[in-house]
């Protein structure tokens, strides 16, 4: 949330998941194959080359298997990624591909007659591509290639296949029906959910969940949340593997137990809040008491936690000196007031120079176990989620379930991801939202040092204007999130960011547009949404060395939306 923030434009949002086929001329025969090696990527990078180290394979999401690549474009560089394809000269085939989320093109070179290419924009669904090609008299082999676009999002690519005459490379074996999933626990529940984890199972494509013996839901992931339970009942539960070829046998069964209260969504907090972060050091801006913060702060994000030497681990530290002597008594002291004033404070992990990283089950672990011993010494409310730096979807989850079932229903969860990392469902940031939706408070997106970025829409905002607010809010409004876990986020002054500081009426005009309907731009969404959130500042600080015109007029705008 600091200013001058780095931003990845190309960090992290968009997905994709790719297949090629080609087939010979006129309709395929028996002897056509599969002539892509590595085509699902599950041995890694083998047999394939991504220009400037910007390809790598991820566990999640893949369209199937166990594997997918993800390669990410920046700078210069446009994310190639190619196999040479040992082809039959004289023949025809058939280029097709499965594509989502950012710019992502197809193509094939070195054909020895025309080489073709075929690409779609950003889409929110799996798209096939299709295009095809004849190769020459000589040609013997030719180079796939699949790449995004210059400053666009990362896109994934998965089950390649070259399928038409053998070229004499031979073809990958077919899949096997998977193995049965082990390791399936309770990570957390609720009073009306239960959360599952389990180990990855290989060649699997996804993951079948029965409840009481009765499928219930399938994932692509290795974690599922369970909702709409009773309380203080017992379930059991058993996982099973689906790829192609078939599904596996049901896991061992696991029992979980819904709690007896209600939980989620943050405690007590006013229908309409505003967030601000308040700034545990001093960057030329007001330094300031928590005490001092203005009152028109409903949720203050204590900026930040800093990483420890153990994995996911999370420490606070007052900055006492560059505070101008503020002392940790002072700071509880302080807290415990906001409380009595009817405000939540909590702490703040990540920011731009945030290293903080939970990645596996045991970081995940740590990270809960941290923020709670937190919550117990200073009096924090919760946690805010700030990770610049990239985010795993199923461990955060995890961490944040383990930490809600600690904490309990009072506990405020808000997020602050960047523009980017809110383009799409499928983007890691997004899919833990999700995940969390019914623990989770609010979600204050930053609408700042961005560049342009896709509306829900399909059109193309710039930051610094009403549409860019609602036509991105609309896409974490139309994607799954309730109205009240939506938030806009701006920067106090132009001294807090780098770029994207609105003034105080656009960021109230979108607030209007989003609820009601009025003082919109170009854009208006197709609904309206009354329930919506509110706002959030980087930072109380900064508002302070502007004369609190921001909270002053923003602060009371959102208090007075109906």
Not at 87 to 94: C, F, G, H, L
Not at 181 to 198: E, H, K, M, Q, R
Not at 398 to 423: C, E
Not at 540 to 561: F, K
Request: hydrophobic residues 35%; proline residues 4%.
């Amino acid at each position: 949330m600091p200013a001058l923030r780095n931003r990845r434009l190309w960090a992290g949002a968009a997905m994709a998941a790719l297949a090629l086929s080609f087939a010979g001329t006129g309709q395929a025969s028996a002897a056509d194959i599969n002539n892509a090696k590595n085509a699902g990527f599950e041995s890694g990078l083998t047999n394939w080359t991504c220009t400037a180290g910007s390809g790598t394979t991820v566990p999640s999401p893949v369209h199937s298997g166990a594997a997918a690549l993800k390669a990410t474009p920046a700078g210069q560089d446009n994310a190639q990624c190619s196999e040479s394809v040992a082809v039959k000269p004289n023949s025809t085939y058939t280029l097709s591909a499965w594509v989502q989320g950012g710019y992502s093109y197809l193509g094939v070179t070195g054909t020895g007659t025309t080489d073709v290419s075929t690409w779609t924009p950003d889409t929110t669904a799996w798209k096939q591509l299709s295009t095809t090609f004849t190769t020459g008299a000589s040609t013997t082999s030719v180079s796939v290639y699949t790449h995004g676009w210059y400053g666009q999002a990362a896109y994934y690519a998965d089950d390649i296949s070259v399928y038409g005459p053998d070229g004499g490379g031979g073809s990958d074996p077919a899949p096997t029906v998977p193995a049965t999933p082990t390791g399936v626990s309770v990570s957390s529940t609720t009073s009306s959910s239960v959360s599952l984890a389990w180990s990855a199972v290989s060649g699997a494509t996804g993951y079948n969940v029965y409840q009481n013996g009765t499928k219930i839901t399938a994932v692509t992931g290795t974690s599922a949340t369970v909702t709409g339970l009773a309380a203080s009942t017992s379930y059991s539960f058993q996982v099973t593997a689906t790829n192609s070829a078939g599904e596996s046998g049901k896991s061992t069964a696991v029992t979980g137990t819904t709690t007896a209260t209600g939980g989620g969504g943050g405690g007590t907090l006013p229908k309409h809040a505003v967030t601000g972060y308040w700034q545990n050091f001093n960057n030329g801006a007001t330094v300031q008491k928590l005490s001092a913060v203005s009152s028109q702060y409903d949720i203050i994000a204590v900026a930040f936690a800093d990483a420890t030497s153990t994995p996911g681990a999370v420490s606070f530290a007052l900055d006492s000196s560059g505070l101008g002597g503020y002392t940790v008594d002072q700071f509880k002291a302080d807290i415990a007031a906001k409380h009595t004033a009817g405000k939540k404070v909590v702490i703040s992990i990540g920011g731009q120079n945030g290293t903080i990283s939970v990645s596996d089950s045991a970081s995940a672990t740590n990270f809960a176990n941290s923020v709670y011993s937190l919550m117990q010494t200073y009096g924090f409310d919760g946690v805010d989620i700030d990770l610049e730096n990239g985010i795993n979807a199923t461990y955060m989850t995890q961490a944040l379930r383990t930490l809600s079932s600690k904490a309990g229903s009072s506990l405020i969860i808000t997020m602050a991801p960047q523009t980017i990392d809110m383009q799409s469902t499928s983007n890691a940031y997004f899919q833990t939202a999700l995940n969390i939706k019914d623990i989770l408070t609010v979600v204050n997106m930053q609408y700042y040092n961005s560049g342009t970025m896709l509306g829900c829409d399909g059109k193309v905002y710039g930051q610094g204007t009403v549409d860019f607010l609602t036509a991105l809010a609309c896409i974490q409004l139309q994607g799954g999130l309730s109205p009240s876990q939506v938030g806009l986020g701006l920067p106090a002054s132009t001294s807090a960011a780098g770029s994207g500081y609105v003034s105080p009426t656009i960021v109230n005009n979108a607030l209007d547009c989003l609820t009601a309907g009025t003082n919109c731009g170009t854009f208006k969404p197709s609904k309206t949404y009354p329930d919506l959130r509110g706002a959030m500042t980087w930072s109380t600080n900064w508002d302070a060395s502007a004369g609190s015109s921001w909270s002053n007029s923003v602060g009371a705008h959102v208090h007075a939306l109906p």
